[in-house]
């Protein structure tokens, strides 16, 4: 029923927002003989009262590409994403002389609010952030914390092809390949990130970033012409598949691979993968949008040096800052409100595994496909604005729903990735910046789904206000008992892609969707809002949960989002499946289930003592708080502790003990005499030593990346 007109207007044209979608506050009203719906009646206009609105206002205007705004109309609801998020946040500052921190236009997203905030900031004669120095002989930088987790798993695991980040697109129409090649090139020259190698310090422990001045690009050409076009389709994505599963090595520059290949005269494939060291999810928009203005140029005779505006900071510059931030006044402002938040929520439950997993079993990523069409998304859409909710919210607040229909408990932790560009500046800027944040919430059956999705976005827009802290800092802010059970239970990352180019010069631009094997996390969504309407994967860790398991999940998902653009005030009570729902799909593969692992409550014996003190100290925690069955990284710990920790450990234990064994083994097993070490992540440090909670190999130790971004 929801998708039947009640009316029909003819119009000339459609009025559109910046980000292509239909501008509903400026269709007429339908002359009909019946009252409009209260929601859909638009509140009167209020104008600005003051020059600092009347100032605000007009940048709001502009970026939204929406006159006659109110000063109390939303940025988000109008339209408003987090990419025009960090525009206006530029603009804004420009405008009134100062540094305007992204997370302001989160904490103040009407005009009435953020003049009132700029007000303070003058008021106060303090800039809220210092602009990121630029160094243009930069040569070396230190790496960030998040690089420093991941090189470390590196080491564990060298060859692994999990932090591979691939991209494949089809370009129909003719394509100049020397041209095509030379603007590829010109965006290595640009992006210090594309000239990056990781390599040992100079004098002193650990890593750094090495930015060479040119590196050798080859853009490997495959003509798959010659075999039969019925073929071709197949055969390119059994190539790619083959570049994609190749592990990148880290020590020499480019740390990406990239292919071209043609599958008649009319149609190409260009495939782009980086490692993850170097790259996040939102590095691919700028990826996008630089090859279309350098390709269309080059093609239309340009100047390709003049085409875009230099960089005015490099990723290298970010990284050698990061540092000095995190002593900072901000950074100590958004610990306390974690802090705060955290003492705030429940300890999670986590969705029971399928099947029993051993110590030092790796996470293997599979994925169900998830089309929601666009009639479906249209309505979904309309829900969220008729609800001053963003379509975000809105799905976000139903995976909620089916993640407390599957752990059978009202409190729910959702993993949000965030691009982590932590000032406007960095927006043209390539790297690795993506983070994560918890939305913490309260599924209780009584509630609406409009009122639960009214919660998440409260809680969503503090939380994007807050989202400049590094996870593993913003994990010490949590209690003993949450940094065990973890923030989060699954990962929903979602990306409005309608506004990226879609050519590149004369060019059509789409993507080919190939999944990527590698796993950071035991359940993850991973959305894309495309003309077409949303598209993506639900992914999960199959050593944990059965195909049965994952379909009933997906199909529970959907259901939801059908029942909630037919009724959106439903409440979550009825929306809601038996909690046994997953549990009896997975049975129905006749799988046997898991022997439940008791929790050890037993003393500490002498020398697992000695050992969680030096844990207590690294990790900041009540040494008794700290139980025989404890992992070092499930209570927060990260991989430069674990360093620190196995140095001083040899002194108090008598014995080295592995780095690698951090990752797989409890305290207990730790605090032992030394046991043989694995010798592939597929061998177990046991033959009866039960994993912890959170059992996925690289999900362990990253806890806290939307690595897909």
Not at 200 to 223: K, S, T, Y
Not at 585 to 613: C, G, H, I, K
Request: with cysteine; hydrophobic share 45%.
């Amino acid at each position: 029923q929801y998708m039947l007109p009640q009316h029909v207007v003819t119009l000339p044209a459609l009025p559109l927002l910046p980000n292509g979608k239909v501008d509903r506050k400026a269709l007429p009203a339908p002359a009909a003989a019946t009252a409009p719906h209260p929601a859909a009646v638009a509140a009167a206009r209020i104008a600005p009262r003051n020059e600092r609105e009347r100032l605000v206002l007009a940048v709001m205007e502009e970026v939204l590409h929406t006159p006659d705004m109110s000063v109390v109309d939303d940025f988000f609801a109008l339209g408003g994403h987090s990419l025009l998020a960090a525009r206006l946040a530029v603009r804004i500052g420009t405008t009134f002389g100062l540094q305007l921190p992204l997370g302001k236009v989160f904490e103040a997203p009407t005009a009435e609010r953020m003049a009132a905030e700029i007000a303070r900031i003058q008021a106060s004669g303090t800039q809220l952030q210092i602009a990121i120095p630029r160094r243009s002989d930069r040569r070396s930088a230190p790496l960030t914390l998040e690089q420093q987790r991941m090189r470390f798993a590196e080491e564990l695991h060298p060859g692994t092809t999990a932090f591979n980040t691939p991209s494949v697109h089809r370009l129909t129409g003719p394509l100049d390949r020397a041209l095509f090649e030379r603007a590829l090139r010109h965006v290595v020259r640009r992006q210090d990130a594309l000239r990056t190698a990781i390599v040992p310090a100079i004098n002193a422990e650990g890593w750094r970033q090495r930015i060479d001045d040119e590196v050798v690009l080859e853009l490997p050409f495959e003509d798959l012409g010659m075999l039969p076009v019925a073929e071709r389709e197949a055969e390119m994505r059994r190539r790619a598949q083959a570049v994609i599963d190749t592990p990148i090595a880290t020590d020499a520059a480019p740390l990406f691979r990239c292919a071209l290949y043609r599958l008649d005269a009319q149609e190409h494939v260009f495939l782009f993968m980086a490692h993850h060291l170097v790259w996040d999810g939102y590095s691919f928009d700028v990826l996008y949008r630089e090859m279309a203005t350098l390709y269309a140029g080059l093609v239309a005779g340009q100047d390709v040096q003049t085409a875009l505006p230099e960089t005015t900071v490099s990723y290298g510059d970010f990284a050698a800052w990061q540092t000095r931030w995190l002593e900072g006044a901000d950074a100590a402002r958004q610990r306390d409100y974690w802090r705060a938040r955290l003492a705030a929520a429940p300890v999670l439950s986590m969705l029971a595994a399928d099947t029993p997993v051993r110590a030092g079993t790796p996470g293997e990523g599979r994925s169900e496909h998830l089309s929601v069409p666009a009639s479906l998304s249209e309505a979904l859409r309309d829900v969220a604005r008729r609800h001053n909710l963003t379509l975000n919210m809105v799905l976000m607040a139903a995976y909620g729903t089916a993640l407390a229909n599957a752990i059978g408990q009202p409190a729910v932790g959702i993993g949000m990735p965030v691009r982590g560009r932590i000032v406007p500046e960095l927006e043209d800027v390539m790297g690795f910046f993506v983070g994560l944040v918890p939305v913490l919430l309260e599924a209780r059956p009584e509630l609406s789904f409009t009122d639960f999705a009214a919660a998440l976005r409260a809680d969503m827009t503090g939380a994007l206000a807050h989202q400049d802290l590094p996870f593993q800092h913003l994990t010490q802010q949590a209690s003993t008992a949450q940094r065990r059970a973890g923030l989060y239970q699954a990962v929903f990352s979602f990306q409005d892609t309608r506004e990226r180019q879609r050519h590149w010069g004369p060019l059509a631009h789409d993507m080919v969707m190939l999944f990527q094997k590698g796993l950071t996390d035991d359940l993850g969504l991973w959305l894309l809002d495309r003309p077409t309407g949303l598209e993506g994967f639900f992914v999960y860790n199959a050593s944990l949960y059965s195909a049965a398991t994952a379909a009933a999940f997906r199909q529970n998902f959907v259901d939801i989002l059908a029942a909630v653009a037919a009724r959106p005030t439903t409440r979550l009570g009825e929306l809601a499946q038996p909690a046994a729902i997953l549990a009896q799909a997975s049975a129905a593969q006749a799988a046997p289930a898991p022997a439940p692992v008791a929790s050890t409550t037993a003393l500490l014996q002498p020398e697992q003592a000695r050992l969680a003190q030096l844990w207590a100290s690294a990790l900041d925690i009540d040494v008794n708080e700290i139980r025989p069955d404890d992992n070092f990284f499930d209570l927060g710990g990260d991989s430069l502790m674990a360093m620190r920790v196995v140095q001083h450990s040899q002194e108090v234990l008598g014995h080295r003990v592995e780095p690698r064994r951090y990752v797989f083994e409890s305290l207990a097993q730790l605090a032992a005499k030394p046991a043989a070490v694995p010798t592939a992540p597929g061998t177990l440090a046991s033959a009866d030593a039960p994993a912890p909670a959170r059992v996925g190999l690289l999900g362990r130790m990253f806890q806290g990346w939307g690595r897909k971004g």
